[in-house]
T-cell receptor
Framework: DTGVSQDPRHKITKRGQNVTFRCDPI?????LYWYRQTLGQGPEFLTY????????KSRLLSDRFSAERPKGSFSTLEIQRTEQGDSAMYLC????????????FGPGTRLTVT | QKEVEQDPGPLSVPEGAIVSLNCTYS??????FMWYRQYSRKGPELLMY????GNKEDGRFTAQVDKSSKYISLFIRDSQPSDSATYLC??????????FGKGTRLHILP
């Protein structure tokens, strides 16, 4: 399978714990995006990378959130001191450079904070 | 006002009918428009994208953009139960970020 993959698919954590999600993009894509989706809403942009450079972060991304793409391949999204409001689906997408309209999404990581 | 507005539905139609899904947008600078299909608890799947105004067809799916009225449409011909999903319209802004609508839940009744 050469699509975007995400791990884990589901994560249940207690409030205050830290969690980390991983995304592996389509191999030839140099752009990688993170989105958050809550029930009944469309995905909302969080941040994106061009290769290893993080080019933009949304105001939705509080200081508790950090994303990395150390070698321009896979990316991680970490949430520190989780809150119940962080419960959502976290989606990763990738695209070729200059093809941001053609983003391909992974299956998502569903986070539940209890 | 959200930049991309979409009726959440649900929309129920009988199998074989033509489905019409619609969105409006507010930013006249948008140039690329996309439709994604999302099955329950899955990631969105890109169906098609269009540039500026006009029509684009792919099998049973036709996307239509009217920039003069800021209206985006997706038509599905010969609808099948497997088309039951949430359909997300979206537009690409000048910062290369996709702005999504809330999605319309579609049910095709066998």
């Amino acid at each position: 399978d050469t699509g975007v993959s995400q791990d884990p698919r589901h994560k249940i954590t207690k409030r205050g714990q830290n969690v980390t999600f991983r995304c592996d993009p389509i191999s030839e894509h140099n752009r990688l995006y993170w989105y958050r989706q809550t029930l009944g809403q469309g995905p909302e942009f969080l941040t994106y990378f061009q290769n290893e450079a993080q080019l933009e972060k949304s105001r939705l991304l509080s200081d508790r959130f950090s994303a990395e793409r150390p070698k321009g391949s896979f990316s991680t999204l970490e949430i520190q001191r989780t809150e119940q409001g962080d419960s959502a689906m976290y989606l990763c997408a990738s695209s070729g450079s200059g093809l941001s309209y053609e983003q391909y999404f992974g299956p998502g990581t569903r986070l539940t904070v209890t | 006002q959200k930049e991309v507005e979409q009726d959440p539905g649900p929309l129920s139609v009988p199998e074989g009918a033509i489905v019409s899904l619609n969105c409006t947008y507010s930013n006249s600078a948008f140039q690329y428009f996309m439709w994604y299909r999302q099955y329950s608890r899955k990631g969105p799947e890109l169906l098609m994208y269009t540039y500026s105004s006009g029509n684009k067809e792919d099998g049973r799916f036709t996307a239509q953009v009217d920039k003069s009225s800021k209206y985006i449409s997706l038509f599905i011909r010969d609808s099948q139960p497997s088309d039951s999903a949430t359909y997300l319209c979206a537009a690409l802004n000048r910062d290369d970020k996709i702005i999504f609508g809330k999605g319309t839940r579609l049910h095709i009744l066998p």
